[in-house]
């Protein structure tokens, strides 16, 4: 499936390998960048959180372990 979004950028799904999508900007040469769709779902449902809600990421950065 190749969906063309409004300002021009590119998504590939192929159905086979479920676990990617292949991302091409508009004015992008060269290969199309692979993006992993749970990183992708895990970064828009991080958008939807309140801004000031620290993060897994937040709380590794810190951390002393």
């Not at 190749?2 to 192929?14: C, E, K, M």
């Not at 801004?51 to 709380?59: E, F, K, L, M, V």
Request: net charge negative; charged share 25%; proline share 6%.
């Amino acid at each position: 499936m190749l969906y063309t979004a409004r300002n021009g950028t590119s998504f590939r799904y192929d159905s086979h390998d479920a676990e990617c999508v292949q991302v091409i900007g508009p004015d992008w040469e060269g290969a199309p960048m692979l993006l992993n769709l749970e990183d992708l779902r895990e970064f828009l449902e991080h958008l939807s959180e309140p801004q000031d809600a620290p993060t897994d990421a937040d709380a590794s950065a810190v951390s002393g372990d």
